[in-house]
């Protein structure tokens, strides 16, 4: 069965910096992976995917100040977070869009989460 599992978060002041990780379990075949994120009271909503070949995808919100970087061989996306803002302040949630060799389905997977704080 494929899981994502996700690494890193936490609290941090603002304008500081911050990075999380996802790594897929699973014999997979990976079309495109990222970040999502939810803030408190809103839907949850882009943040950064990248796909197999490299290309990338950034909210306007976060352009310049965070960086998607994926390992295809790792099977593994890092999204490090600069400058961070109080309204950066949410639950980070990895997706992958992916094939699955063993289940021979292919679809959309989400990480549990990972809580990240900005503040003072």
């Known amino acids: 069965q494929v899981q994502l599992v996700e690494s890193g978060g936490g609290l941090v002041q603002p304008g500081g910096s911050l990075s999380v990780t996802c790594k897929a379990d699973?014999?997979?075949?990976?079309?495109?992976m990222g970040w999502y994120r939810q803030r408190p009271g809103n839907v949850r909503e882009l943040v950064a995917t990248?796909?197999?070949?490299?290309?990338?995808n950034y909210a306007d919100s976060v352009k310049d100040r965070f960086t998607i970087v994926g390992d295809n061989a790792k099977k593994m996306v890092r999204l490090q977070m600069n400058g961070l803002k109080p309204e950066d302040t949410a639950v980070y949630y990895c997706?992958?869009?992916?094939?699955?060799?063993?289940?021979?389905?292919?679809?959309?997977?989400w990480g549990q989460g990972t809580q990240v704080v900005v503040s003072s």
């Open positions: 699973g014999r997979i075949i990976m079309y495109e």
């Open positions: 990248i796909t197999s070949g490299g290309v990338t």
């Open positions: 997706y992958a869009d992916l094939h699955d060799v063993v289940q021979t389905v292919s679809g959309k997977y």
